[in-house]
């Protein structure tokens, strides 16, 4: 029975199961639907013959105190702290993630790390101006060749299309606050801000993060709540601007469910497709172009107890097709019944209705042992069994069309009177499980308290939204930030420490190169106008060892003479706009006297 108390959430994930355990501390009774056999979406724990394994991997790390706070109310003795270890599998080779200087220089090689830093040089003296495209984002950071070397090839296998098409509003909120000078910087000193992509521990789950949700689904139910599972919703009643009911099907039966209030985190675009009575033709054609990226899961189970210390690897080589590879041992030891096996999970990147998609399970098993043992991490004799897990409606992609598109939907949708969408799919928003409990936080404000705190905006400031901020904030923040990216594009400010790594870097490497060419040339003077240089540089001789004096030598000067440049620069550019922000405020007096 239905009251004006209840509510109604759509789907099960970590959205709409914290919507649902907030509601219960406000005293009103959540209706949770749910259409798996099971809870936690995208953040579920599959089992397989007692092996568990998660459906992309999921750390527990946040920095919100509220969400911080629900995890450890739900398992306060549930959480195992864990070292990351991550690796990128690029050629052949290992490169550890965070970046490390030596793994680097000898995976890459010297002359490839010298082109990399010029690379990075010529796009901090003349970067993209407009940053439409995840392309131009990253090599505005990074430089084009380390673009191409470690951002391309993966980030296209994970979303299939070309990185000149995909959004730069996806990297920018993926991986923002990374750049080649913080990574440089965490090779060498310890950051003051910790940025979530080079994070060096976080919490995980003994059993894997499906044991958080079904907790939460446990305690929904014990407060007065319900979750029920196997319930598909197949049409929303609406009358005018407002929900008044859900039509659902439990096991094959259909049951209408009176609505007082909704909150959905199932895909936006659904959302549209099942209104009764159809909204606007616009708003559907939108919900049509709007796309997902689909992924499917291959677990392996290997007979060997220990096979690589990483938590995960990434794949970026591109002729292997296997996008990320986790090893769940290494997350939690109870994610594996028996110690003397290892299992792996494989994660395929696809669309529904594609070849790989639609691979028989044999063959995609086929395909992972081939991949493992190509990459060196498991002998293909070694799997004796595996499953295969689909997941659809994965990720949201930011293609070119999709903020028309979502603009179009989300004007739709805010009109809804007692509808509000949450979570990863329902706000169409590549957001972490910490960023979809927020939202599910938020949307229990506004509708208890009265809060108007904007769903949407989540996951787009510095700090993951930690203020609650109303939409005349939000508002103004925006102008606020389209005026400051406006002055940075127009007066763009040179990174004195990154200059000057690049030009050190540059610099000692050329003393090197041209030291070594004169030692292998030879003959009976050798290099007597570089070995001028031992004026300036005490020790240096145009030698291999005197080389690799230089190259320190020249490294610092190179350092010195880039960090001086970059601050005369940047001190120039200062002065300049002090010098026309005084004019224009004389300029504004003078107008002001004359019409005085």
């Known amino acids: 029975m239905m009251d004006d108390q209840s509510v109604v959430v759509i789907g099960g994930g970590p959205a709409g199961l914290t919507a649902a355990y907030e509601l219960t501390k406000f005293g009103r009774h959540p209706l949770v639907l749910e259409k798996r056999d099971k809870v936690g979406g995208l953040a579920a724990t599959e089992n397989y013959k007692g092996f568990s394994f998660d459906l992309g991997g999921h750390r527990f790390f946040t920095k919100n105190e509220e969400v911080k706070k629900m995890w450890h109310e739900i ?8 070292p990351r270890l991550s690796r990128i599998y690029y050629r052949g080779r290992f490169f550890h993630y965070p970046l490390k200087p030596f793994n680097v220089l000898r995976g890459l090689g010297l002359w490839q790390s010298i082109l990399i830093a010029l690379s990075y040089l010529r796009w901090q003296l003349l970067p993209h101006h407009r940053e439409e495209t995840f392309e131009q984002w990253v090599t505005n950071r990074f430089g084009r060749r380390l673009y191409r070397t470690f951002f391309k090839s993966y980030t296209e296998k994970v979303w299939g299309v070309p990185c000149s098409e995909l959004r730069a509003e996806w990297a920018a909120q993926r991986i923002k606050d990374l750049s080649l000078k913080t990574v440089l910087l965490n090779m060498f000193v310890k950051p003051r801000r ?4 080079l994070i060096e521990e976080f919490d995980y789950p003994r059993l894997g993060p499906g044991m958080m949700w079904n907790a939460v689904k446990e305690e929904v139910g014990r407060r007065g709540g319900a979750v029920r599972l196997n319930c598909e919703v197949i049409r929303i009643h609406r009358a005018g601007t407002r929900i008044d009911s859900v039509v659902v099907s439990c096991n094959g039966r259909e049951e209408l469910i009176p609505t007082p209030h909704l909150i959905s985190s199932m895909p936006i675009t659904e959302l549209v497709k099942k209104l009764v009575p159809q909204p606007p033709l616009e708003v559907v054609r939108a919900a049509d172009r709007l796309t997902y990226r689909d992924f499917l899961i291959v677990c392996l189970v290997i007979n060997q107890p220990d096979l690589f210390p990483d938590n995960w690897i990434y794949v970026h080589d ?6 990320r590879i986790q090893n769940f041992k290494n997350w939690s030891p109870d994610m594996v019944p028996d110690p003397e096996k290892t299992s792996l999970g494989l994660e395929y990147f696809c669309a529904e209705g594609d070849a790989l998609w639609t691979m028989a399970d044999a063959d995609l098993l086929e395909l992972g042992r081939r991949e493992v043992e190509r990459i060196g991490l498991a002998r293909s004799a070694d799997v004796q069994d595996g499953c295969v897990v689909r ?7 930011y293609d070119a069309e999709y903020q028309d598109c979502l603009t179009i939907i989300r004007e739709f949708v805010d009109r809804l009177e007692n509808v509000q969408t949450v979570g990863r799919n329902g706000l169409h928003r590549y957001n972490n499980q910490d960023h979809a409990m927020l939202t599910g936080m938020l949307a229990v404000r506004n509708l208890v308290l009265g809060q108007q ?11 993951y939204h930690e203020e609650m901020q109303s939409k005349a904030e939000v508002e103004a923040r925006r102008a606020e930030e389209a005026l400051g990216a406006a002055l940075t594009r127009t007066f763009l400010k040179l990174d004195h420490v990154a200059f000057g790594t690049a030009a050190g870097i540059v610099t000692g490497a050329l003393l090197l190169l041209a030291t070594v060419a004169l030692v292998l040339k030879g003959g009976k003077a050798v290099g007597p106008h570089l070995g001028l240089l031992v004026q300036y540089f005490p020790g240096y001789r145009v030698s291999v060892s005197g080389g690799v004096l230089g190259l320190f030598y020249g490294f610092v000067s190179g350092f010195l003479l880039g960090w001086g440049f970059a601050v005369l ?3 120039t550019v200062l002065l300049s706009m002090a010098i026309i922000h ?3 405020k004389l300029s504004f007096l003078r107008r002001l006297l004359e019409e005085l």
């Open 569 to 571: 620069r940047n001190v």
């Open 194 to 197: 910790t940025i979530k992509s």
């Open 318 to 323: 591109p002729e292997i097709r296997v996008a």
């Open 75 to 82: 398992l306060p003795r549930g959480f195992l702290r864990r």
């Open 391 to 397: 997941v659809p409606k994965a990720y949201p992609v």
């Open 453 to 463: 705190n904007d769903l949407w905006s989540v996951n787009t400031d510095r700090e």
């Open 582 to 584: 005084r004019r224009a």
